[in-house]
Each structure stands twice: as structure tokens, then as C-alpha cells.
């Protein structure tokens, strides 16, 4: 007669806790070590104007591309309401209002965009504004 061990027999089987804690370790850090690099890619189709006049050095620059997504300086502001684009442009600006400030909007760009960041500006009382344009194509 055969006796039978009455234990119970264990299924080998692979513990999936460990693999999952080292994929979440390694999604964190290359979702921390990648690098975004918007304004590189960030292609920009500018108005047309006869006369240019160049930049002052220490001006905010304020970027509205084809979307209407807004760059204030080097940071992208993620909302597109008029105390977004406020909230960027006072935290690049500081308390100085008399700052220029260059306003490059993508030809292409809704016109409420633009005026949405002229409007934020007004209302934080920046009166120098300029507006960037591409020269006129010689022909």
C-alpha cells in the first residue's frame, strides 16, 4: 500500500510584486532624466512688416504659437485664461512694470490669443509692448 504525504504541494509560480516595484522604479526615472526641449521645436511663422526695429536687451518675451499655447520667458503656461498668462508674466517680471515686453504670436495664431496676452499685460500695467514681425521679403 502506497501512503500518501498529505501535504499540500506547492505550485511553483513567479512573485510579480519585486518586477513590478523595479518597472516603477525605472518609468520614474526616465520619466524624471527626459529632457523636454519645447522651444526647440516650436516653429513660429511671423507677420510681415516693412520696418524692424531690434529688440531692447532686457525685455519679457511672451511666444503664442499657431494653437494659442502662450511662453512666457522659458516657461510654457499651461491654461490659456488671462490669469495664467498674468501669473507667468508676473513671475518672470517681478515688480518691474517698466520692462518692455516683446509679443511674438505665430501668423497663424487665433487673434484672441493675441489679444488675450495684450490684455493680461494691460491689466498688470506694462505699457511698453512691442509686436515681433518677419521682414518683408526682398524682391
Given at each position: ?54 529688440a531692447p536687451p532686457k ?59 495684450q490684455d493680461a499685460l ?18
Amino acid at each position: 500500500m502506497r501512503i500518501r504525504d498529505q501535504r499540500a504541494h506547492d505550485e511553483p509560480g513567479i512573485d510579480l510584486v519585486p518586477l513590478i516595484d523595479v518597472i516603477l522604479v525605472l518609468i520614474i526615472f526616465f520619466v524624471i532624466t527626459t529632457t523636454f526641449d519645447v522651444r526647440s521645436t516650436l516653429q513660429l511663422q511671423l507677420p510681415v512688416a516693412s520696418a524692424q526695429q531690434p529688440a531692447p536687451p532686457k525685455t519679457i518675451n511672451i511666444l503664442v504659437n499657431a494653437d494659442g499655447r502662450y511662453f512666457v520667458g522659458e516657461q510654457e503656461v499651461l491654461r490659456t485664461d488671462v490669469e495664467a498668462v498674468k501669473q507667468a508674466i508676473a513671475a518672470v517680471a517681478g515688480d518691474d512694470r517698466e520692462l518692455p515686453v516683446m509679443l511674438r504670436a505665430d501668423a497663424r495664431t487665433p487673434y484672441q490669443a493675441v489679444v488675450t496676452a495684450q490684455d493680461a499685460l494691460a491689466q498688470l500695467g506694462f505699457r511698453r509692448i512691442a509686436i515681433a514681425t518677419a521682414p518683408e521679403p526682398q524682391s
